[in-house]
């Protein structure tokens, strides 16, 4: 998830009882914005309060300084309401907890300090809603199956989930209504579908596909919200389509990858094999293979570029790979997949590019190690947020 720096340093401000009122309302009209926000700066600040009165947590100094903070940390007990730690200009923030329903009363966990040895990769694992708002939890150790009119769903073991039609189906029927499923993946997860008509979709982390539970009529159209890669079982005579906020792109049988998360300002089509077409506003560009359309969400341009298809296609490999690639980008692709936050020290450090590849089923840890090894960057752990800073 990102923050803007100004809205950073304004609630960093609202910590430390040195507030000014154009930050606290700069706060609030944030928190207004959406209930995102809300919940995290909610986590946040109880994060800083909880902190406050740990006497250790400023020689929080590197990964390095970690396990020997973690031991201590463990050996308190002692439980209190972090709303008794604010005085002055901070008291300010509470109130933005009270108008948003925000202050907790349960006492604090015993742990309060992000153990990064013990955060996992993210794993499979997916919410199935139905049609008529049912929902069921999918992971990789389950198995169920269901029959949905002529369509046959079950998941199972490291397969993915999957649609199949029933033998006595061997037609599109038009005149049957449609229902739709949504297969929805959180934070630190990922899962495979197949489609009823063969088209095989990896689900990324945070992400949300609408389809169909059978295709009719004379297309074949599913809508997605973050990141998901395509293999589309050929059929000339039924286009694919792929909805996202921004774009609508159109295909016949291919293999590519679309991202476009809510929050990023991009949406980013990268074709490996075949042929597609993109819809952006009212322009349209045709892609071939090794190419990536870029649609910019705010100026409303279409642009295409060459670019290393790995890049962009290795996530649902279990692979992490980075070609000289914007840290801002790396670590939103971390945090979405560990399901942690980060921030910048600087905006600077934002824009510094990094070249490497990785396992995704390493743990944070490794990861983090691993980045610091390789790069002019480091990370301090405050609470459960990840702060990056130049070496």
Known sequence: MKINDNIFQAIQACWTGKASPEQIELIRDWLDTSQENQDLFERLSKTHYQLAHIQTWKRIDSLQGKEKLNSRLKKQKKSFHWKYLVSGVAAACLILFAVTKFIPHEPVPEKTILDLAQVKSGSPKATLIFDNGKKIQLNADDTFEIKIKNTIVKDGENTGLKYELSDSLSTRETDETVEYNTLVVSRGGEYILTLSDGTKVWLNSETELKYPVRFTGNTREVSVKGEAYFEVKRDTLHPFIVHTPYSDTKVL?????????????????????????????????????????????KSGTLETREVDVADYVSWKDGMFEFNDMPLEQLVSQLSRWYDVDFFFANSKIRNFKFTGAIKRSNTLLFMLEFIEKTSNVYFKVNGNVIQIYEK
């Not at 089509?269 to 819809?279: A, N």
């Open 253 to 297: 049988g291919t293999s590519f990858n679309v991202s476009a998360y809510e929050d990023e300002t991009i949406t980013a089509i990268t074709l490996v094999s075949g042929k597609v077409e993109v819809y952006y506003q009212h322009e349209k560009c045709i892609l071939k293979p090794g190419w990536q359309a870029v649609a910019k969400n």
